[in-house]
Protein backbone atom coordinates (compact mmCIF):
# COMPACT_ATOMS: atom_id res chain seq x y z
CA UNK A 1 0.00 0.00 0.00
CA UNK A 2 3.13 2.23 0.88
CA UNK A 3 4.02 2.17 -2.79
CA UNK A 4 0.29 2.88 -3.77
CA UNK A 5 -0.08 5.62 -1.67
CA UNK A 6 3.07 7.07 -0.50
CA UNK A 7 5.13 6.64 -3.29
CA UNK A 8 2.85 6.74 -6.16
CA UNK A 9 3.80 3.64 -8.02
CA UNK A 10 0.34 1.84 -7.98
CA UNK A 11 0.70 -0.60 -10.54
CA UNK A 12 4.01 -1.70 -8.49
CA UNK A 13 2.05 -1.83 -5.24
CA UNK A 14 -0.94 -3.52 -6.52
CA UNK A 15 1.05 -6.26 -8.33
CA UNK A 16 2.25 -6.67 -4.33
CA UNK A 17 -1.11 -6.57 -3.00
CA UNK A 18 -2.24 -9.40 -5.64
CA UNK A 19 0.37 -11.58 -4.44
CA UNK A 20 -0.52 -11.27 -0.93
CA UNK A 21 -4.29 -11.62 -2.07
CA UNK A 22 -2.84 -15.29 -3.87
CA UNK A 23 -0.83 -16.15 -0.47
CA UNK A 24 -3.93 -15.25 1.56
CA UNK A 25 -6.92 -15.27 0.01
CA UNK A 26 -8.88 -14.50 3.50
CA UNK A 27 -6.72 -11.19 3.99
CA UNK A 28 -9.33 -8.20 4.37
CA UNK A 29 -6.38 -5.63 5.14
CA UNK A 30 -4.98 -6.71 1.35
CA UNK A 31 -8.74 -6.78 -0.30
CA UNK A 32 -9.15 -3.25 1.46
CA UNK A 33 -6.03 -1.91 0.38
CA UNK A 34 -6.51 -3.51 -3.63
CA UNK A 35 -9.80 -1.18 -3.35
CA UNK A 36 -7.89 1.60 -2.47
CA UNK A 37 -5.35 0.81 -5.24
CA UNK A 38 -8.16 0.03 -7.93
CA UNK A 39 -9.94 3.51 -6.74
CA UNK A 40 -6.37 5.22 -7.59
CA UNK A 41 -5.55 3.50 -10.86
CA UNK A 42 -9.69 4.66 -11.72
CA UNK A 43 -11.22 1.40 -11.67
CA UNK A 44 -14.02 2.03 -9.90
CA UNK A 45 -16.13 -1.34 -10.31
CA UNK A 46 -13.14 -3.41 -9.64
CA UNK A 47 -12.64 -1.74 -6.52
CA UNK A 48 -16.07 -1.82 -5.25
CA UNK A 49 -16.06 -6.21 -5.86
CA UNK A 50 -12.79 -6.08 -3.79
CA UNK A 51 -13.96 -3.91 -1.03
CA UNK A 52 -16.87 -5.81 -0.75
CA UNK A 53 -14.99 -8.68 -0.28
CA UNK A 54 -12.78 -7.28 2.51
CA UNK A 55 -16.44 -6.16 3.77
CA UNK A 56 -17.57 -9.71 4.16
CA UNK A 57 -14.42 -11.32 4.98
CA UNK A 58 -14.32 -8.49 8.44
CA UNK A 59 -17.56 -7.18 9.21
CA UNK A 60 -16.59 -6.10 12.48
CA UNK A 61 -13.16 -4.86 11.50
CA UNK A 62 -11.80 -1.96 13.20
CA UNK A 63 -11.26 -0.24 9.78
CA UNK A 64 -14.83 -1.26 8.60
CA UNK A 65 -14.36 3.00 8.24
CA UNK A 66 -12.01 2.79 5.79
CA UNK A 67 -13.87 -0.02 3.59
CA UNK A 68 -17.27 2.26 3.95
CA UNK A 69 -14.96 5.81 2.41
CA UNK A 70 -13.08 3.49 0.29
CA UNK A 71 -16.48 2.81 -1.47
CA UNK A 72 -17.82 5.84 -1.37
CA UNK A 73 -15.06 7.42 -3.17
CA UNK A 74 -15.49 3.82 -6.01
CA UNK A 75 -18.73 4.62 -6.01
CA UNK A 76 -18.13 8.70 -6.79
CA UNK A 77 -15.22 7.89 -9.59
CA UNK A 78 -18.35 5.94 -11.43
CA UNK A 79 -21.05 8.92 -11.40
CA UNK A 80 -22.89 7.13 -8.73
CA UNK A 81 -23.09 10.75 -6.14
CA UNK A 82 -26.24 8.94 -4.07
CA UNK A 83 -24.37 6.07 -3.25
CA UNK A 84 -21.55 7.96 -2.41
CA UNK A 85 -22.84 10.18 -0.16
CA UNK A 86 -24.34 7.01 1.61
CA UNK A 87 -21.13 5.07 1.98
CA UNK A 88 -19.55 8.19 3.07
CA UNK A 89 -22.40 8.94 5.85
CA UNK A 90 -21.72 5.52 6.76
CA UNK A 91 -17.54 6.28 7.16
CA UNK A 92 -18.40 9.45 9.33
CA UNK A 93 -20.32 7.79 11.62
CA UNK A 94 -17.53 5.40 12.74
CA UNK A 95 -14.69 8.04 11.89
CA UNK A 96 -16.02 11.52 12.13
CA UNK A 97 -12.71 12.94 11.16
CA UNK A 98 -11.80 11.09 8.20
CA UNK A 99 -10.64 13.15 5.29
CA UNK A 100 -11.29 11.34 2.55
CA UNK A 101 -14.88 10.68 3.86
CA UNK A 102 -15.93 13.66 4.62
CA UNK A 103 -14.34 14.90 1.20
CA UNK A 104 -15.97 12.42 -0.84
CA UNK A 105 -19.53 13.41 0.92
CA UNK A 106 -18.63 17.02 -0.03
CA UNK A 107 -17.45 16.60 -3.80
CA UNK A 108 -20.84 14.33 -4.30
CA UNK A 109 -23.09 16.90 -2.02
CA UNK A 110 -21.56 19.65 -4.96
CA UNK A 111 -22.16 17.36 -7.90
CA UNK A 112 -25.68 16.50 -6.85
CA UNK A 113 -26.90 19.83 -6.31
CA UNK A 114 -27.05 19.69 -2.76
CA UNK A 115 -25.11 23.29 -2.06
CA UNK A 116 -26.00 23.70 1.78
CA UNK A 117 -24.81 20.25 2.41
CA UNK A 118 -21.79 20.30 0.59
CA UNK A 119 -21.00 23.81 1.63
CA UNK A 120 -21.77 22.05 5.69
CA UNK A 121 -19.11 19.62 4.40
CA UNK A 122 -16.77 22.12 3.70
CA UNK A 123 -16.38 23.34 6.80
CA UNK A 124 -15.46 20.28 8.46
CA UNK A 125 -12.96 19.76 5.76
CA UNK A 126 -11.75 23.30 6.76
CA UNK A 127 -11.36 22.19 10.14
CA UNK A 128 -9.60 19.32 9.46
CA UNK A 129 -7.08 20.41 7.03
CA UNK A 130 -6.73 23.87 6.58
CA UNK A 131 -4.35 23.91 4.37
CA UNK A 132 -6.31 21.72 1.28
CA UNK A 133 -6.66 23.41 -1.26
CA UNK A 134 -7.73 22.88 -4.99
CA UNK A 135 -3.83 23.22 -6.06
CA UNK A 136 -2.19 20.35 -3.91
CA UNK A 137 -5.13 18.38 -3.67
CA UNK A 138 -3.59 15.31 -5.74
CA UNK A 139 -0.97 15.49 -2.71
CA UNK A 140 -3.44 14.66 -0.57
CA UNK A 141 -5.46 12.64 -2.34
CA UNK A 142 -3.35 10.08 -5.66
CA UNK A 143 -6.01 10.00 -8.09
CA UNK A 144 -3.75 9.18 -11.34
CA UNK A 145 -6.92 9.55 -14.01
CA UNK A 146 -6.92 13.22 -14.87
CA UNK A 147 -11.36 13.21 -15.24
CA UNK A 148 -11.23 11.54 -12.22
CA UNK A 149 -8.85 14.00 -10.23
CA UNK A 150 -10.84 16.81 -12.59
CA UNK A 151 -14.27 15.87 -11.50
CA UNK A 152 -13.12 15.82 -7.65
CA UNK A 153 -11.21 18.98 -7.54
CA UNK A 154 -14.34 20.70 -9.39
CA UNK A 155 -17.32 19.13 -6.62
CA UNK A 156 -14.80 20.24 -4.00
CA UNK A 157 -14.82 23.78 -5.93
CA UNK A 158 -18.10 24.01 -5.63
CA UNK A 159 -18.39 22.78 -2.61
CA UNK A 160 -15.91 25.91 -1.80
CA UNK A 161 -12.51 24.53 -1.51
CA UNK A 162 -9.94 27.14 -2.33
CA UNK A 163 -7.85 27.42 -5.24
Known sequence: MSLVFVVGEPEEGGALIDRALALNPNLATAWLSSGWAHIWLGEPEVALERLARAMRLSPLDPQTFGMQAATGCAHFLAGRYAEATSWAEKA?????NYLIAISILA????????????RNAMAQIRRRDPTLRIANLKET????RPE???????????AGLPE
Not at 92 to 96: F, H, I, S, V, W
Not at 141 to 144: A, E, G, N, R, T
Not at 148 to 158: D, I, P, T
Open 92 to 96: LREQN
Open 107 to 118: ASYALAGRAADA
Open 141 to 144: FPIY
Open 148 to 158: HLARFAEGLRQ
